[in-house]
């Protein structure tokens, strides 16, 4: 079992950053493929970045590429998300997830992923 604890979001104007941290409980966080997702009001939760077990490999989705970047911290059982350049159309609820068995291949599944956080609330206003 697996706990995932986001923190990081909040308001922030278009143009500015935001640092994402997810924090999970255990000792074989280094065995799980970390993945962000994000859900804006009334849309379906959507892919956004995942990273390989060793952090070796990243992947993001095109509405973000250049500007957000995926990290992990296996010493500190953390996965980061940090937020650049925001737009407005970025503001969502902003998920980690873990996956133990999945495959990097295909990480941009939502139903690859076996344990997901609470989620926080990231708003960019224009």
């Known amino acids: 079992q697996v706990q995932l604890v986001e923190s990081g979001g909040g308001l922030v104007q278009a143009g500015g950053s935001l640092r994402l941290s997810c924090v999970a409980s255990?000792?074989?966080?280094?065995?799980?493929?970390m993945g962000w997702f994000r859900q804006a009001p009334g849309k379906e939760r959507e892919f956004v970045a995942a990273?390989?077990?060793?952090?070796?490999?990243?992947y993001d989705v095109d509405s973000v590429k250049g500007r957000f970047t995926i990290s992990r911290d296996n010493a500190k059982n953390t996965v980061y998300l940090q937020m650049n350049s925001l737009k407005p159309e970025d503001t969502a609820v902003y998920y980690c997830?873990?996956?133990?068995?999945?495959?990097?291949?295909?990480?941009?599944?939502?139903?690859?992923?076996?344990?997901w956080g609470q989620g926080t609330q990231v708003t960019v206003s224009s």
């Open positions: 255990g000792r074989t966080f280094s065995r799980y493929l």
């Open positions: 997830a873990a996956s133990y068995s999945g495959s990097y291949s295909r990480a941009a599944l939502l139903t690859h992923y076996d344990y």
């Open positions: 990273i390989s077990r060793s952090g070796l490999s990243t």
